[in-house]
């Protein structure tokens, strides 16, 4: 049996055990009738959100457990952006931006000035029983990211002028979502629900990178991101699924392959990958995730001429935020695994973030990944390779101003190779720092609009 029919097969088979634990939990659930703690002084329940958040007001569309596509964050998270009631619909505007400067080291790194940058917006509202929603997310990084990226030593994937992307992250493409959603109850508080764009998140990993409350202050990618989360932007996909407040069960069919080097334009191909995920929220302030899917044709072939390369993809991640009254400390740990053409290799991030009163901000990264040679585009070597990166900084916020929060930050890696590659990259620890200016939407509160019906 081929790679791609054994992960298909335990795709199948993870599923079946999944939904037949989600209905055994629903018929329990069932027999109990709500008890006084459920509503009354503790305020409605407010159903299919992580943790069992309750609104002492009523039951809000959006929150903080919101990640990219279906991808849960803890409930605990705080919101960052501009939250309004326009008639029927719940409306919120989410967004970062960057400013940066950046330079790695001289023998493989670059310099860079340019913007990292998205835009999102969602809105939400009652519909037959149920709540049905759309997500737009933009970038403009196609323009303010010049040549094939920006330095972000070690980084790689995806291609540019026909030649493997590496030592550098390369531009999002303008339309990173384009989805709609819809979620009604199934039964007690079991709910269903369908998620399709022309762009958007399949269910494979944990929240894509710009969306980590772990990496908000935070302009790089991690070397990790093609391991972890690349399939945030795929160009046509479709997930449903089962969940309460405290699971959800989940599989998509999509886009796998990468997105090509126009970024202006909606890259649409067969939907012919698969993943399926499990979340877990055992607490308000934890999501745990564990996915796995096959990414049909996603990488071109390594050398000119050859076939596009399927990959089979693994990952489990840990997202825990903690509240410490105004202040916060958000933190994901995630591991991937990718198996294509029969070498398997494997990455694992720890990311955090320590933000003190909307003021200061300080976070690290640290990863470990297995990249095949191919992928720092050493094609003579042929092998798997252990590299590294560290990275921390820091992020002075100043007071909001018209529901926009500047900031300005410094960042420092090391980017660490093994002793076979000090010849190709100078050293064996790699330095590298950025500077920049950020704005970002304050902690928002919610406003009726008069135009609410």
Not at 92 to 114: V, Y
Request: a negative charge; charged letters at 20%.
């Amino acid at each position: 049996m081929s790679i791609g029919r054994r992960t298909t097969a335990l795709v199948i088979l993870f599923a079946f055990v999944a939904v037949s634990f989600a209905a055994r939990e629903s018929a329990a659930q069932s027999q109990v009738p709500p008890t006084p703690a459920s509503v009354g002084e503790q305020g409605m329940q407010m159903p299919g959100m992580p943790g069992g958040m309750s609104e002492p007001m009523g039951e809000m569309l959006l929150d903080g457990s919101d990640g990219s596509g279906t991808a849960w964050l803890p409930a605990a998270t705080p919101m960052y952006g501009i939250h309004r009631q326009v008639g029927t619909w719940e409306v919120m505007l989410h967004g970062n931006a960057f400013l940066q400067f950046l330079l790695d080291a001289k023998t493989r790194g670059s310099s860079q000035s340019g913007s990292v940058n998205w835009f999102m917006a969602m809105a939400r509202r009652p519909v037959g029983g149920g709540t049905l929603g759309g997500r737009a997310m933009a970038s403009f990084e196609p323009w303010t990211i010049r040549g094939c990226g920006y330095p972000d030593l070690l980084a790689s994937g995806e291609q540019c002028e026909g030649k493997g992307i590496y030592d550098k992250q390369h531009p999002h493409d303008l339309f990173m979502e384009l989805a709609a959603e819809y979620e009604r109850p199934l039964a007690g508080d079991v709910r269903w629900q369908v998620y399709a764009g022309l762009s958007g998140e399949p269910a494979l990993g944990p929240a894509g990178f710009p969306h980590r409350l772990s990496a908000m202050p935070n302009p790089l990618a991690p070397i990790a991101h093609h391991w972890l989360d690349s399939t945030h932007v795929s160009f046509g996909v479709v997930t449903a699924g089962i969940h309460t407040s405290k699971w959800n069960v989940e599989a998509s069919a999509f886009n796998g392959r990468e997105p090509d080097e126009d970024r202006g334009n909606l890259d649409l191909a067969a939907l012919d990958s698969a993943s399926v995920r499990l979340s877990l929220a055992p607490r308000r302030d934890l999501v745990i995730q564990v996915s796995a899917g096959h990414l049909r044709e996603a990488e071109a072939g390594h050398d000119d001429g050859e076939p596009r390369i399927d990959v089979d993809r693994i990952t489990a991640s840990a997202s825990w935020h903690r509240s410490l009254g105004t202040s916060y400390l958000a933190t994901t740990f995630a591991w991937g695994r990718n198996v294509e053409e029969d070498e398997a290799s494997q990455a694992w991030l720890v990311e955090s973030n320590l933000t003190v009163d909307d003021q200061h901000a300080w976070f690290g990264r640290l990863e470990l990944v297995g990249k095949p040679s191919h992928d720092l585009g050493l094609h003579d070597l042929d092998e798997l390779v252990t590299v590294g990166k560290l990275q921390a900084g820091y992020v002075r916020y100043l007071p909001a101003w018209g529901g926009l929060t500047p900031g300005a930050g410094i960042s420092f890696s090391a980017a660490v190779v093994p002793e076979s590659l000090v010849e190709e990259y100078g050293r064996r620890v790699n330095p590298g720092i950025g500077v920049y200016l950020t704005f970002r939407p304050a902690r928002h509160e919610m406003i009726v609009s008069s135009a609410r019906n």
